[in-house]
């Protein structure tokens, strides 16, 4: 890549899932044309109604899942993390051994993550339930390991779906705090959010995304505002 700052550039990328329609499966692109480019340095914004495409969005852009057209050109000095809820967790697992799991997923080696782990237990407020099967767990502690784990691996580039949403208040405090501190340190961040009030807080770039295609992107309080009238209208 010639620009230095540039992360990941996205050019007219789509996904399409196989869908089961009676003994056919039926093609059906839940991305059909998504353009933009990352930087360092900022956190991007991906708004959208429920079913346009941010999570599928988010698993390609971290590399679980592959465009079916279109191209994603990454820049390799950076290592992506992903941060969801659902994604690597193991069910039968113990936390301790999801959190080792998920750290090597997300690029530390296990030497590192055992040697982090106190504080992933205790930035986690998971205590003797480490050793219990995740399976056992509630969305919140999921939620809190999941976030403690992608923290102290510390990628370049943070994809965050909509984990904010989850937990307790204090928790939301905690992890709100946390971003804003990953902000600061000019990482690249990828957030997923429902939740208008806290991109406006935490974004400096929006991508709207509607029915897998990017109808807008640029400056939050303009996009954001786009948005909204959309809703509101009904359109
Ligand atoms: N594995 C899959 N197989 C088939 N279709 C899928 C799969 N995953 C998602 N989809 C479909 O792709 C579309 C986009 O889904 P996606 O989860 O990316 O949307 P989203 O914007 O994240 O939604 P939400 O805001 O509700 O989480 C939806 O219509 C969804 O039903």
């Not at 939740?195 to 770039?205: D, F, M």
């Amino acid at each position: 890549m010639s620009d230095n700052n540039l992360v990941l550039s996205l050019h007219n990328v789509g996904v399409n899932y196989r869908r089961q329609r009676g003994v056919w499966g039926e093609a059906f692109w839940a991305l059909r044309d998504i353009s933009f480019d990352l930087y360092q340095g900022d956190t991007l914004g991906i708004i959208g109604r429920n079913g346009a495409g941010k999570s599928t969005l988010l698993r390609l852009i971290a590399g679980i899942i592959q465009p079916d057209k279109g191209k994603i050109i990454y820049d390799t000095s950076h290592q992506i993390g992903l941060l969801s809820l659902q994604l690597g967790f193991v069910p039968y697992l113990t936390g301790r051994e999801n959190a080792i799991l998920s750290g090597i997923l997300l690029g530390l080696r296990k030497k590192e993550i055992k040697a982090r782990m106190n504080s992933i237990i205790e930035f986690s407020e998971l205590g003797n339930f480490i050793d219990q099967p995740i399976a056992t767990y509630s969305s919140g502690m999921l939620a809190r390991l999941g976030f403690a784990v992608a923290f102290q691996a510390d990628p370049d580039v943070l994809l965050i779906d909509e984990i904010l949403g989850v937990g307790d208040a204090e928790f939301h405090q905690k992890s709100t705090r946390m971003m804003q501190e990953k902000i600061r340190s000019h990482k690249a961040i990828v957030f997923v959010s429902h939740n208008s009030q806290l991109v406006q807080q935490l974004c400096n770039r929006v991508v709207w995304v509607e029915e897998g295609v990017t109808r807008m992107q640029g400056n939050t309080a303009e996009v954001l505002q786009a948005y909204h009238r959309f809703l509101h209208l009904g359109e």
